[in-house]
């Protein structure tokens, strides 16, 4: 699930009103009644699970895989609970196998027109574009489509053009502005998902601060830039030291010295993009929660520490690498459980409540499911 929320009087009400960015830092507690989510998975629960999906995909060459995206979904799933009642995701594995396969289809004739011409493998890549926005919104529509928090199923309204707009003209904005539209896009994209998302009839609305996104993107491309810094003056320290002539000699290699620099620089360069963009994540996904709210009476609130993520990440990739990839699920529940335990739903009258109008009005107005169209190639 990816806002500080305030009340209704003190959100903007238009789509594109935008609020100030020392406002974003605010944490005003949302009215409301508050309700945490709980996480009852476990490690042992989720290894058995993973253990033996792992084994299942690769006896079937992969075919498994599908049942095991449901498997492990429905568990994670079916582990949160809010206010007494959790969810639950109830897709069809066929379906996922069905985009795989389509999937799988395109990526072979993509390497094998690479193989025979480079110039059809590009003709090929150009025709793949206009798909991406397709795939998003069909991915989000069985994603949130067999998703249900007492039997009321949420939904996604998004539209092709729209996705079009925001992924591709939006996209080639950041090419040509050399990246500094990003932080606008990626405020544009988040407003496009969340927007367009919907618990029954109920759709979520967004209000995030733009100028929040580029305090955070200005700082992180700050500390890349820092990164490249150190990287090209411990370079340069190196070669200084070995001095020019060490590098003069025909069909020799570089000094060692040099290569355990280049490597040093390298590694710290690696670290730092990837806590930055841990960091980022972080600090934007609190905003953006804070800001998104389910109709008029339940607000959202996610309140990460990011130093608390930064140690869970650091941690949970050592342990990964020295167990050789078996604490993989332990790595995993571990950070779910953090993330979910600071998020908190708030909710001006009863969410069961709430969900039982939700429910009418859906048994009412009935819902199509598409079976013909139903399918995910999504992760």
Do not use: C
Request: proline content about 4%; cysteine-free.
């Amino acid at each position: 699930m990816e806002t500080t929320a305030a009340g209704p009087s003190e959100l903007p009400q238009g789509r594109d009103d935008v609020v100030s960015v020392g406002s974003a830092f605010k944490d005003q507690r949302p009215p409301g009644i508050p309700h945490g989510l709980d996480f009852a998975g476990s490690a042992g629960e989720y290894f058995r699970i993973w253990i033996v999906n792992i084994a299942l995909s690769i006896l079937t060459l992969g075919i498994y895989s599908a049942w095991a995206k449901v498997r492990t979904r429905k568990y994670f799933y079916g582990s949160t609970s809010l206010a007494g009642a959790s969810f639950d995701w109830d897709a069809n594995p066929v379906s996922i196998l069905k985009g795989r396969i389509i999937a799988v289809l395109v990526i072979g004739g993509f390497t094998l027109l690479g193989n025979i011409s480079p110039i059809a493998m590009i003709l090929f890549y150009l025709m793949l574009i206009p798909l991406y926005p397709w795939i998003v919104v069909r991915s989000m529509i069985f994603n949130l489509r067999h998703t249900t928090y007492r039997n009321v199923r949420f939904g996604f309204d998004g539209r092709y053009w729209e996705a079009f707009k925001v992924y591709i003209l939006w996209g080639l904005v950041i090419v040509l502005s050399f990246g500094l539209a990003y932080p606008f896009v990626a405020h544009r994209m988040r407003r496009f998902m969340t927007e367009r998302s919907r618990f029954g009839s109920t759709s979520f609305s967004f209000n995030g601060d733009i100028g929040f996104y580029y305090l955070v993107y200005v700082i992180a491309y700050l500390v890349y830039i820092g990164a490249a810094v150190v990287m090209a003056i411990g370079l340069g320290g190196a070669f200084v030291v070995m001095g020019p002539e060490s590098f003069e000699t025909e069909g020799s290699e570089p000094p060692v010295g040099v290569l355990v620099a280049m490597v040093l620089a390298y590694a710290l360069v690696v670290v730092v993009m990837t806590l930055t963009g841990v960091a980022i994540s972080t600090f934007i996904s609190n905003h953006a929660w804070k800001r998104t709210r389910l109709g008029d009476k339940v607000f959202m609130h996610l309140d990460l520490n990011v130093w608390r993520v930064l140690w869970l990440t650091v941690s949970n990739l050592f342990l990964i690498i020295v167990s050789l990839g078996l604490a993989i699920p332990w790595a995993t529940v571990r950070i779910t459980r953090y993330s979910l335990s600071r998020f908190t739903v708030y909710s001006e009258d009863t969410l069961d409540g709430f969900a039982a109008g939700e429910n009418q009005m859906a048994s009412a107005l009935g819902e199509e499911f598409g079976d013909v169209m139903d399918f995910d190639i999504g992760d």
